[in-house]
Each structure stands twice: as C-alpha cells, then as structure tokens.
C-alpha cells in the first residue's frame, strides 16, 4: 500500500521465486536474494547489477548452477561467464 506521496507504508512485502514464480513466504528461511554484478567488456563491474531472489525449494535440489544460469538467461544476458564464489 502506498500513502498519498507514493510512499510504501507496508511491513512485509513477498518476493517471488525468479526460477519458478512460487511466492516467498515470510517463513521460507533457506530462500535468498542474490546480485549478479553486470560487467563490461573488459571484466570490470560497472555499477549495474540484477537482483533475483531463490526460494527454499529451489535452493534444495542439487542443480543450483544451472537454475541461476537459466534465470540469467530469461532476464537477458548475452555474456555468462561468471564465476561463483562460496561464502
């Protein structure tokens, strides 16, 4: 909801899943919110990035890699090489 000067007055508003459209729900506590910085042609970050968030089901199957790189390819990318870093 937002007041009249387009502010959002809401406490909570729910994402959804990037890779299968499922709503994030406040419980979903294995979902997370990932950038993806974009680059230039040399391999420098820009200042740009692409944010999509993974819910908890996602995150569980063993194919993670390949559901980021199809969730990349939806939103556009024309260069995916990237690498993942393990925090």
């Known amino acids: 909801?937002?007041?009249?000067?387009g502010v959002i007055?809401?406490?909570?508003?729910?994402?959804?899943?990037?890779a299968t459209n499922?709503?994030?729900t406040s419980k979903d506590h294995a979902s997370v919110q990932i950038?993806?910085?974009?680059?230039d042609e040399n391999g420098f970050y820009i200042g740009q990035f692409s944010t999509f968030a993974?819910?908890?089901?996602?995150?569980?199957?063993?194919?993670?890699?390949?559901?980021?790189q199809t969730v990349l390819i939806a939103m556009g990318s024309d260069?995916?090489?990237?690498?993942?870093?393990?925090v």
């Not at 993974?54 to 980021?68: E, K, M, N, T, W």
């Not at 260069?79 to 393990?86: F, G, K, P, R």
């Open 22 to 24: 499922r709503l994030i």
């Open 79 to 86: 260069n995916l090489s990237y690498s993942v870093a393990m």
């Open 1 to 5: 909801m937002q007041n009249e000067e």
């Open 54 to 68: 993974l819910c908890g089901y996602v995150r569980a199957q063993v194919a993670l890699l390949s559901i980021v």
């Open 9 to 18: 007055t809401e406490l909570y508003i729910p994402r959804k899943c990037s």
């Open 35 to 39: 950038n993806i910085g974009h680059l």
